[in-house]
């Protein structure tokens, strides 16, 4: 059953909504995604004085604001930030994304002015159990997967933290019998450390290189993503893939009850496996058949992991092994993650547009044994492409770009490591690269052929042609559907 021990609940009670009253706060980044206009409508209706600054325009933000016109005592600093505003205030409340090496939180911190994250004011604020997910990959998937599995036995789930939702202006949402499942991404866990949070139950998908370009360093990266478990009591519980190296050389510093996923049978521990097609549960006391492989309606090896983390999950807080299994079997698509948006003239197009790393791109080219046209590229991260530029060219029939640096790159690397010079070519030699998702979308149609699957799988960051990822695979969506 889930419960809040003793220590946690006495933590917890030290931040309630009732602190913000008559508070001067600084909001560090509106934002066009709607994070921090959840922030700003949240700490106005608790009585704090809100000054909201961004560097953006009013003009770049007119969305945001327009969201927020009906809320007074909000002061906007926009297109700068002031000095006074990081020191003169009761709390800063930055960005997720926004690192603590920037010049205006080290003012902030400097003179003894607490800055938090909408996540880090969350777990203080919440007073219900949370199921905490992260993962360099895969955490979004296993926390729908998780919320899916709750909502269907019958419980009451709030999903927070996907897919840029807000966060703290949907507290109202957590009602008695809530349980909170929550995505939490390396930057939201970075703020955990200074008030040792963790969550009750804490899922860890993988781990492995990524935002390079804002860690410099995968210690630095993983350390972040530590806060996961490394708060935790002994009480709670720590899930994880034991596929993974590093993460099992990590549980050492784990103070909760653990259990483990993996793909072959280990011999003690509680947790699940895979065995000869079928997924077992060792509950500690039995080790039972749970389902075969074959029934996970989700395609690729990686969302049998998904689904073994999520039904470790669910049987932590109490769901039955039936429950879980008949769940698992009604799991519906999950959107921008190798989500089939249509079948066209026997071409299948899948939307992977979440595959924002190498690694991810991989696993997204190997969930297919069909010929794939692949829609890769975009923005460079600074991460090894080596391995994924192999697998296209053992796994993949034709490519198209979309314009970007990291573009160019996987074009550079291609040249080198492909056999063929005909390979992934026009008829005039040179690599097929869009200006757009539209004009990439009328580029696979002259290449693919009944029987093959076109893939957006990009293993680069979306950003110059895009907003974000998901821009870029509701525009897929968009394009396909208009065939």
Same mark, same amino acid.
């Given at each position: ?60 933000? #007119? ?40 010049? %205006? ?94 969550? %009750? ?72 496996? #895979? ?5 077992? /549960? ?36 109490? /769901? ?64 090894? #492409? ?15 770009? #979309? ?10 690397? /291609? ?40 893939? /957006? ?27």
């Amino acid at each position: 059953m889930v419960s809040i021990d003793i220590d946690q609940e006495k933590r917890l009670t030290k931040m309630s909504p009732k602190w913000f009253d008559g508070k001067k706060i600084t909001v560090f980044g509106i934002g066009t995604l709607g994070g921090g206009v959840g922030t700003v409508r949240y700490l106005v209706e608790q009585g704090a004085h809100v000054i909201a600054t961004d560097l953006k325009s009013r003009e770049d933000l #007119i969305e945001s604001l327009d969201k927020l016109k009906d809320l007074k005592n909000v002061t906007y600093v926009l297109g700068q930030h002031r000095r006074e505003d990081f020191i003169d205030v009761d709390m800063v409340i930055k960005t997720p994304s926004c690192p603590w090496t920037n010049e %205006h939180i080290k003012l902030a911190l400097s003179k003894d002015v607490p800055v938090e994250t909408d996540a880090s004011l969350f777990f203080q604020l919440c007073k219900k159990p949370i199921i905490g997910i992260t993962g360099t990959k895969g955490k979004t998937t296993t926390s729908r997967i998780v919320y899916h599995l709750l909502k269907k036995s019958g419980k009451t789930p709030v999903l927070f933290g996907v897919e840029h939702l807000a966060v703290l202006d949907r507290l109202t949402y957590v009602k008695k019998n809530t349980i909170v499942v929550f995505e939490l991404s390396s930057w939201r866990l970075s703020s955990f450390a200074k008030n040792k949070l963790s969550p %009750h139950i804490a899922v860890f998908t993988n781990i492995f290189p990524d935002h390079m370009d804002y860690y410099k360093s995968m210690e630095s990266y993983f350390a972040d993503k530590k806060n996961i478990f490394l708060h935790q009591r002994a009480r709670d519980y720590f899930i994880y893939n034991a596929d993974d190296a590093m993460l099992h050389e990590a549980v050492d510093e784990v103070p909760a009850h653990i259990r483990t996923a993996t793909s072959e049978r280990r011999n003690k521990g509680r947790g699940m496996f #895979i065995e000869k097609g079928k997924i077992f /549960l060792n509950d500690g006391i039995d080790t039972v058949p749970f389902m075969d492989v074959d029934e996970i309606p989700l395609r690729g090896r990686h969302n049998r992991m998904n689904v073994l983390l999520a039904a470790n999950a669910a049987h932590a807080v109490g /769901l039955s092994v039936s429950d879980i299994r008949d769940g698992v079997a009604s799991l519906p698509q999950i959107p921008h993650r190798l989500e089939l948006v249509r079948e066209v003239g026997g071409i299948r197009y899948y939307n992977d547009t979440a595959a924002t790393n190498p690694d991810a791109a991989i696993v997204g080219i190997e969930a297919f044994d069909e010929p794939i046209i692949l829609i890769a590229g975009g923005a460079s991260k600074n991460l090894s #492409i080596e391995e994924m530029m192999e697998c296209v060219v053992r796994g993949v029939k034709d490519i198209v770009f #979309i314009k970007g640096e990291g573009s160019e790159r996987m074009m550079s690397r /291609l040249t080198k490591v492909k056999k063929d010079k005909k390979q992934f070519v026009d008829s005039e030699g040179a690599y097929r690269v869009a200006e757009s998702m539209q004009e990439a979308i009328e580029m696979t149609r002259g290449i693919a052929s009944a029987g093959d699957v076109v893939l /957006l799988s990009p293993g680069t960051s979306s950003f110059g042609v895009f907003k974000n990822e998901f821009d870029r695979g509701n525009q897929f969506r968009k394009y396909v559907e208009e065939i």
